[in-house]
């Protein structure tokens, strides 16, 4: 009974193979196929049955064990170069990150200017620039108002000095006139007293 279940199992398992070649006729045979194969062709027939030989199943099992240690390692190996170029992978991500943020930050020294050891922005240092002339614009406005208002003081000041050194001078020549005027009539009244005397 035994041997029976073995060899309709033996029987499943190569009609599922048959089944996978037929699908896969176009990938390359594995060495289980060939195997399988040969097994079939060189089996003989008992009342509707495949009849096997022990070693030649025994072969099988061993080339079925072999070719599924190989394709394990196969697998640990693809496992293997998967993880690898996960890393791989991951290392390029990290490192893309990186250099975006150093893209990132060059354009952003690029784009900013340096005032009195400050980093500022193109557009926040004209728009400090500006602000700067236009309080210097500012400044030099009110300074030419207060300057224009200063000069025309000064001027109406040295009219009003001249106008007054012009009336000082007239008063003083008025005021010598009249001291010697007064210096005559003075000497007019001595020299009638002298002459009374």
Do not use: H
């Not at 060899?7 to 176009?26: R, T, W």
């Not at 599924?68 to 693809?78: F, G, M």
Request: with cysteine; proline share 1%; aromatic share 8%.
């Amino acid at each position: 009974m035994r041997t029976k279940d073995y060899v309709l199992a033996i029987f499943a398992c190569i009609s599922v193979f048959q089944v996978n070649a037929q699908q896969d006729s176009i990938a390359a045979q594995t060495p289980v196929q060939d195997e399988f194969t040969r097994l079939i062709e060189e089996s003989n027939n008992y009342q509707g049955y495949k009849v096997v030989e022990y070693d030649k199943l025994i072969e099988l099992r061993n080339t079925t064990r072999n070719f599924i240690t190989e394709l394990k390692e196969e697998i640990i190996v693809q496992q293997n170069t998967v993880d690898q170029q996960n890393d791989q992978i991951q290392q390029l991500k990290s490192d893309l990150a990186a250099t975006q943020e150093d893209l990132k930050r060059v354009s952003e020294e690029k784009d900013a200017l340096m005032f009195l050891g400050m980093p500022f922005s193109k557009g926040g240092y004209k728009a400090m620039m500006w602000g700067i002339v236009g309080g210097l614009l500012l400044i030099l406005g009110v300074l030419f108002f207060r300057f224009k208002s200063s000069n025309a003081a000064t001027k109406e000041a040295r009219q009003k000095l001249s106008e007054t050194e012009k009336e000082f001078d007239a008063y003083r020549s008025k005021a010598l006139e009249k001291e010697q005027r007064l210096g005559r009539m003075l000497q007019d009244e001595r020299n009638r007293a002298a002459g009374n005397s």
